[in-house]
């Protein structure tokens, strides 16, 4: 299992901008794919997210389509999640998570993502 640390979330302004990354440990970095996901209060855990080893090609959720960009840089083992534009509804714990699947696209889905990290809090404010 790879070890999983998020940082980067807080409070921010409807509108706004921040930088979450994930540092990972204990396994060879790149081997993973890496996803991102978010749990609101009283909602399901829901796709952000993701990017294959490579760092080639990534995925996103239509909701932040445009907004949000997924990207990793192998040498740092770090993994990072640029959100602008920032709405209330992106309010929730961000996770990122590792995949070992080899798919043709980068995973989707919770159960493809054997690792995850603590998470960190996002609040916007309108």
């Known amino acids: 299992q790879v070890q999983l640390v998020e940082s980067g979330g807080g409070l921010v302004q409807a509108g706004g901008s921040l930088r979450l990354s994930c540092a990972a440990s204990g396994r060879t970095f790149s081997n993973y794919a890496m996803g991102w996901f978010r749990q609101a209060p009283g909602k399901e855990r829901e796709f952000v997210a993701a990017?294959?080893?490579?760092?080639?090609?990534?995925s996103y959720a239509d909701s932040v389509k445009g907004r949000f960009t997924i990207s990793r840089d192998n040498a740092k083992n770090t993994v990072y999640l640029q959100m602008n534009s920032l709405k209330p509804e992106d309010t929730a714990v961000y996770y990122c998570?590792?995949?070992?699947?080899?798919?043709?696209?980068?995973?989707?889905?919770?159960?493809?993502?054997?690792?995850w990290g603590q998470g960190t809090q996002v609040t916007v404010s309108s």
């Open positions: 990017i294959k080893r490579s760092g080639i090609s990534t």
């Open positions: 998570a590792a995949s070992n699947t080899v798919l043709g696209l980068p995973p989707t889905e919770p159960e493809l993502f054997a690792s």
